[in-house]
T-cell receptor, first 115, second 112 residues
Framework: AQSVTQLGSHVSVSEGALVLLRCNYS??????LFWYVQYPNQGLQLLLK??????LVKGINGFEAEFKKSETSFHLTKPSAHMSDAAEYFC?????????????FGKGTHLIIQP | NAGVTQTPKFQVLKTGQSMTLQCAQD?????MYWYRQDPGMGLRLIYY???????DKGEVPNGYNVSRLNKREFSLRLESAAPSQTSVYFC???????????FGSGTRLTVV
């Protein structure tokens, strides 16, 4: 069974500072990994995904994530936080595309941007 | 715009009432999913459908039924709503290749 652990239910950074959101996963097979963002009262928007190509994945809005197999991690980073980055972020894992297990989500990290 | 459309966006039910949440996608995706989102719990899978006429239970299927009548539509039914089913419900779909999963904007359901 897959599982995802997001360290820190709330992360607060100053505007312009580095954003680092942590995600560790467990999977019995090489995984597909995703980061989604959810703005208040909205659906989930895909930030980026890892599908066994390059280990450093670039996404939208200046975010990127690095797949580290030895650490079973897929942390999300952004060099300089913007006020508009304030949202809920979810890491998710799947061992197959379109399979019965779908995506297994972490519990989410609420990102707070301090002015 | 292409995507996943969910209706209604908001709903308040009394305990014991029934209702159906509708989901439709126009991307010709085979796989469709229903998730519920609760504070501090992330999203949890309720039901999955690989194709028309086929459905499988997910992590939290109790109290729900689903129907996949055609490739586009995947509905979720609450036969007798309970306060524990107060949640935000999301429908998602995917092609099954590396294209990713697309989510609807959600249905916020309150059961009183």
């Amino acid at each position: 069974a897959q599982s995802v652990t997001q360290l820190g239910s709330h992360v607060s950074v100053s505007e312009g500072a580095l954003v680092l959101l942590r995600c560790n996963y467990s999977s019995s097979v090489p995984p597909y990994l995703f980061w989604y963002v959810q703005y208040p009262n909205q659906g989930l928007q895909l930030l980026l995904k890892y599908t066994s190509a390059a280990t450093l994945v670039k996404g939208i809005n200046g975010f990127e994530a690095e797949f580290k197999k030895s650490e079973t991690s897929f942390h999300l980073t952004k060099p300089s936080a913007h006020m508009s980055d304030a949202a809920e972020y979810f890491c998710a894992v799947s061992d197959s595309y379109g399979g019965a297990d779908g995506l297994t989500f972490g519990k989410g990290t609420h990102l707070i941007i301090q002015p | 715009n292409a995507g996943v459309t969910q209706t209604p966006k908001f709903q308040v039910l009394k305990t014991g009432q029934s209702m159906t949440l509708q989901c439709a996608q126009d991307m010709n995706h085979n796989s469709m999913y229903w998730y519920r989102q609760d504070p501090g719990m992330g999203l949890r899978l309720i039901y999955y459908s690989a194709s028309e006429g086929t459905t499988d239970k997910g992590e939290v299927p109790n109290g729900y039924n689903v129907s996949r009548l055609n490739k586009r539509e995947f509905s979720l039914r609450l036969e007798s709503a309970a306060p524990s089913q107060t949640s935000v419900y999301f429908c998602a779909s995917t092609t099954g290749d590396a294209g990713g999963y697309t989510f609807g904007s959600g249905t916020r359901l309150t059961v009183v």
